[in-house]
């Protein structure tokens, strides 16, 4: 069945570095979205990419979508302390699959 | 705009006891679901509903009942809690079934003693 892989787990960036998570899926996705969720809070939708080899920026998170639709990126430049928590990818097809996620940690 | 209401947010049952989890939406959204959270483990879907007056089993089913009541709720019921239902569940909404990015609820906090 359809598995969306997303590495690394976990990960720990000193304040000022940056941050990548990959998202990698068994089959061709129809689209992938991303999530953060902050510790003990509840996952917030970040972006929707639809296209191949799409690109999207929102202030310091690049996201982008491979061209052949079935890996993912989400990039964080200059990490700070509100970076904190974990990130999913979500991919779309018939379903949508979650990943596992990426738990960021930042060291002050 | 309230988005997605979960009521309880902590819960504690005792092994057989039931209960029942509500989910309700005001963004007019078609498609609902309910998953849960355990540590390592991402969010696995338990079921769902794509449109009122559907449901469907996700990925983790077995010891739970879903209502789609009306468009705005969507309660899942759980007849004879188990250790292993501990566990932190999530409601979400999403205008259609697919293609469109889940607003999640705040989550209930669920531990079977």
């Known amino acids: 069945g359809q598995q969306v892989m997303q590495i690394p787990q976990y990960q720990h960036v000193q304040e000022g570095e940056d941050f990548t998570t990959y998202c990698n899926s068994s089959?061709?996705?129809?689209?992938i979205q991303w999530y953060k969720q902050r510790p003990g809070g509840h996952p917030v939708f970040l972006i929707q990419?639809?296209?191949?080899?799409e690109v999207k920026k929102q202030k310091r998170l690049t996201f982008q979508f491979g061209e052949a639709k079935k890996n993912s990126s989400l990039h964080i430049t200059a990490t700070q302390t509100t970076d904190v928590g974990t990130y999913f990818c979500?991919?779309?097809?018939?379903?949508?699959?979650f990943g596992k996620g990426t738990r960021l940690h930042i060291l002050p | 705009n309230a988005g997605v209401t979960q009521t309880p947010k902590f819960q504690v049952l005792k092994t057989g006891q039931s209960m029942t989890l509500q989910c309700a939406q005001d963004?007019?959204?078609?498609?609902m679901y309910w998953y849960r959270q355990d540590p390592g483990m991402g969010l696995r879907l338990i079921y769902y509903?794509?449109?009122?007056?559907?449901?469907d089993k996700g990925e983790v089913p077995n010891g739970y009942n879903v209502s789609r009541l009306n468009k705005r709720e969507f309660s899942l019921r759980l007849e004879s809690a188990a250790p292993s239902q501990t566990s932190v569940y999530f409601c979400?909404?999403?205008?259609?079934?697919?293609?469109?990015?889940?607003?999640f609820g705040s989550g209930t906090r669920l531990t079977v003693v």
């Open positions: 979400a909404s999403s205008a259609e079934y697919s293609g469109h990015g889940y607003t």
């Open positions: 089959t061709t996705l129809s689209n």
């Open positions: 990419l639809v296209k191949s080899g």
């Open positions: 979500a991919g779309g097809g018939d379903k949508i699959i």
């Open positions: 963004m007019n959204h078609n498609s």
């Open positions: 509903s794509a449109s009122e007056g559907t449901t």
